[in-house]
């Protein structure tokens, strides 16, 4: 038991250090390039700077990781790009509410965020090596489905109330290809997620030739999933039948 909960302090403290030190340097983006995810971003933009909403929202996501250590043995992205910046974020907000010395500040925000990756990795492996195999059946067969289901109704509504809060760019281009997305993929997030780029793009540049490139760079993408994916002969299909 010892050195597992050694490997997961090692492995939690560098991993924390690493995803809130990339989380804090996202705001800094493009003139700093950071190991981060758009949805950490989204996630942490909607939480305003409240300590609270940081600490509720990267809490929120401990019982799901939770399920998964105990059901595949594995620790997945909620932990890394959901509960360390956000927990880790407003950590640092109950003392101080300035964001730039805050959960913007690479700086404050990787120590920390090594603590609680290493405290996060401790609580979930004990766990996982804790529970009776029969135990981590049940939770698999039973659990996940819920955490995923969490995962794909509920994510994709916070981006949509991210994106229409951000002004009407980014609303409309949310739901026009997070609705493309959810039809092709069955998932709504990557669509938010390029819709909020792209609104930010045209209200901060306007439509110059960059944006255009970027529109259709991203339309492309998205019309390229969706006919490796066989969407568009699915959809004819509908049609003959009807």
Request: aromatic share 10%; proline share 5%.
């Amino acid at each position: 038991m010892l050195p597992l909960l050694l490997k997961a302090v090692v492995v939690g403290g560098l991993a924390g250090f690493a995803f809130a030190a990339g989380a804090a340097r996202m705001f800094h983006a493009p003139e700093y390039q950071a190991m981060g995810a758009f949805r950490t971003l989204g996630e942490m933009n909607a939480c305003r700077g409240d300590p609270i909403a940081h600490l509720s929202f990267g809490a929120s996501f401990i019982p799901v990781t939770a399920i998964d250590a105990v059901a595949v043995g594995g620790i997945g992205q909620e932990l890394w790009h959901r509960t360390v910046p956000n927990v880790t974020a407003g950590l640092l907000l109950l003392k101080d509410k300035d964001p730039d010395r805050t959960f913007k500040n690479p700086k404050a925000m990787a120590p920390l965020g090594a603590l609680v990756g290493a405290v996060g990795m401790v609580f979930y492996m004990t766990m996982a090596s804790a529970v009776p195999a029969k135990m981590a059946t049940i939770a698999q067969k039973v659990m996940v489905p819920a955490g995923q289901a969490m995962m794909d109704y509920l994510m994709p509504i916070i981006f949509f109330l991210t994106a229409i809060d951000g002004g009407v760019h980014t609303g409309v281009a949310s739901i026009l290809y997070g609705g493309f997305a959810q039809m092709v993929m069955g998932n709504a997030v990557p669509g938010c997620v390029m819709g909020i780029l792209v609104g930010k793009a045209v209200e901060v540049d306007g439509w110059k030739r960059s944006t255009w490139i970027l529109v259709t760079a991203v339309t492309g993408l998205f019309i390229a999933v969706a006919y490796f994916r066989g969407f568009f002969t699915t959809l004819a299909n509908l049609f003959v039948a009807g």
